[in-house]
């Protein structure tokens, strides 16, 4: 730690190339590194005489006025154009805005070894390398993990494990799982009369846009038959082929991690990401990057000692790509009065991007939002702003991880916020989603990944730094979220050992 007296300017400055440990600096607490670079000001230049007044350069009223007159232009002209091009700029590149009062005070707090004052950004406590490990374990070596499967299982045990290494455990219940069964037959009934439902009561153009971005739903199980069919369209005559082809029972469970808070009747806020794949992929993207991001999110969190006043719960969901079930699963597990105090949800699917160069969008998507006197559902052209979905515009505005841009809110629910959006729970999915440039119109030209349930779901062709980037965003509208929501007993949890 520096200890010279010079007053210092603490400047933002990841500087993406240098390697993740150069960027840091360690302030004897492995969770409070931080990336704020300081430098010295420059030392003053030693005065030197001014040159005297050349004999020609003596003062004319004519030269003044003519000076004064060049101003106008000057004031009129090029000031406006100026500002308005700077305010233009700051538009789009909302990255890195000049650091507020409060957040030089934190940086000088933190690098002066008080890191449990800092309130503001523990997402810069999100290790790469530990989400490239993760990565690693979930799509290179367990690889597919459609429901029932190997791999179903084996990713469970494997974020059990890491769960249990954060001191999570199923004796004192901060640690559990939840089995379900999928029943195809039933799901079938129930998609059909969704569609139907949905269909009725929403515009065909708007209606058709979001089936075209769609997520999950029955024609996503791979290696069905049919692959050809559009696999958001529903069609009766893929269940048939499900059902022909595979079981129609399925086995599977989701895992939760509570982390507790001193608050009385705390709110809950679920952080999850879906642990299942459809049939025939590594999922990279969907959802191993989702996986990776959570359990990183649950580190960075749950090595905090601050009490953030809410209850945290990690779900890492199954079931999702056949209809969101490990999710529906979870709250119809609840009790009322622990329904009620859900106050948020921070879903993560598809957490990086693919590198196949078409230009990519980070979204926050919703679909519906609370107003205090009842709850409404958006649409695609007025997506719902709700108050999970503004924390992440609020951290986003703090700092973007050298995104040029968040989308948010955009308008879509085939992902797993579709339950929790049900049951009137502000609700967002952060996802990285593909730009499609045949479509003029914002919110509406942004579609899933190309690469999404195919074959070409794979770690080589995955993106990390978008993985990382997501996992902060998490962290930080976590942080965000759970700060207005804190009451005022906040105290800080049992020392780390
Ligand atoms: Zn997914």
Same mark, same amino acid.
């Given at each position: ?6 007053? =210092? ?9 240098k390697t993740?440990?150069?960027? !840091? ?15 010295e ?10 040159? =005297? ?8 009223? $004519?030269?003044?006025? @003519?000076? !004064? ?9 090029i000031?406006? @154009?100026?500002?308005?091009?700077y305010h ?26 008080a ?14 390398q530990r ?12 690889g ?13 045990? &494997?974020?059990?494990?890491q ?5 999570y ?6 640690? &559990? ?12 009934? =129930? ?25 999950a ?6 290696g069905?038959?049919?692959e ?5 369209? !529903?069609?009766?005559?893929? &269940? ?31 952080i999850?990401?879906?642990?299942d794949t459809?049939?025939d992929?590594?999922? @990279? ?6 996986v990776?991001?959570?359990?990183e999110?649950a580190?960075?969190?749950? @090595?905090?000692?601050?009490?953030f006043?809410?209850?945290i ?5 199954? $079931?999702? *790509? ?5 999710a +529906?699963? &979870? ?6 009065? *622990? ?13 990086a ?7 990519k ?9 609370n107003?205090g ?27 973007s ?11 879509w *629910?085939?992902?797993?916020l579709?339950?929790?959006?049900r049951? $009137? ?5 952060? +996802?990285?989603?593909?730009i499609?440039p ?5 919110? !509406? ?24 980037q ?28």
């Amino acid at each position: 730690m520096q200890t010279s007296s010079t007053k =210092r300017i603490y400047k933002h400055n990841p500087e993406p190339e240098k390697t993740f440990a150069e960027q !840091f600096e360690t302030v004897g607490d492995d969770y409070y590194e931080y990336n704020w670079d300081y430098y010295e000001p420059p030392a003053e230049e030693p005065s030197r005489p001014r040159p =005297r007044a050349q004999s020609g350069s003596r003062f004319s009223w $004519g030269r003044f006025i @003519a000076a !004064f007159l060049l101003t106008i232009p000057i004031l009129t002209l090029i000031v406006p @154009a100026g500002w308005m091009h700077y305010h233009a700029y700051m538009r789009e590149h909302r990255h890195f805005p000049p650091l507020s009062d409060e957040m030089q005070a934190v940086c000088t707090r933190v690098l002066n070894g008080a890191p449990e004052e800092l309130e503001v950004s523990l997402s810069n406590a999100v290790q790469p390398q530990r989400l490239q490990q993760d990565m690693q374990r979930i799509v290179g070596e367990i690889g597919n993990r459609f429901v029932a499967s190997d791999g179903d299982e084996a990713v469970r045990e &494997y974020v059990l494990q890491q769960l249990a290494a954060l001191e999570y455990s199923e004796q004192d219940g901060s640690l &559990y799982t939840l089995p379900f069964t999928i029943d195809i037959e039933a799901t079938r009934e =129930r998609w059909v009369k969704k569609e139907k439902d949905e269909e009725e009561e929403e515009d065909s153009e708007w209606s058709s846009l979001e089936r075209s971005s769609d997520h999950a739903g029955p024609g996503d199980v791979e290696g069905a038959p049919d692959e050809t069919q559009d696999e958001d369209e !529903f069609d009766e005559d893929d &269940y048939e082929l499900i059902i022909e082809t595979y079981h129609i029972y399925y086995d599977s469970e989701s895992v939760v991690a509570v982390r507790p808070t001193k608050v009385q009747n705390p709110g809950i806020v679920v952080i999850s990401a879906h642990l299942d794949t459809v049939y025939d992929t590594d999922g @990279a993207i969907d959802n191993g990057s989702g996986v990776a991001a959570l359990l990183e999110t649950a580190r960075v969190l749950s @090595a905090s000692r601050q009490d953030f006043g809410v209850e945290i719960r990690f779900c890492f969901f199954s $079931g999702e *790509e056949l209809g969101m079930h490990g999710a +529906s699963n &979870y709250l119809d597990t609840l009790s009322e009065e *622990e329904r009620a105090r859900h106050i948020g949800m921070i879903n993560i699917d598809m957490a990086a991007c693919s590198n196949n160069g078409i230009p990519k969008a980070f979204s926050v998507s919703t679909y519906g939002r609370n107003t205090g006197s009842g709850y409404e559902t958006g649409s695609f052209a007025h997506p719902a702003n709700n108050a999970v979905s503004s924390a992440a515009i609020e951290a986003f505005s703090i700092n973007s991880f050298g995104v040029p841009r968040l989308y948010a809110p955009i308008h879509w *629910e085939k992902n797993d916020l579709r339950p929790f959006h049900r049951a $009137g729970i502000d609700a967002i999915t952060i +996802s990285w989603r593909e730009i499609d440039p045949s479509r003029a119109i914002t919110n !509406f030209n942004i579609a899933s990944p190309l690469v999404m349930h195919t074959t070409d779901d794979r770690l080589d062709t995955m993106d990390m730094q978008s993985l990382e980037q997501t996992a902060r965003l998490t962290v930080a509208t976590f942080e965000r979220f759970a700060r207005h929501h804190r009451r005022p007993d906040i105290r800080i949890l049992g020392e780390r050992g």
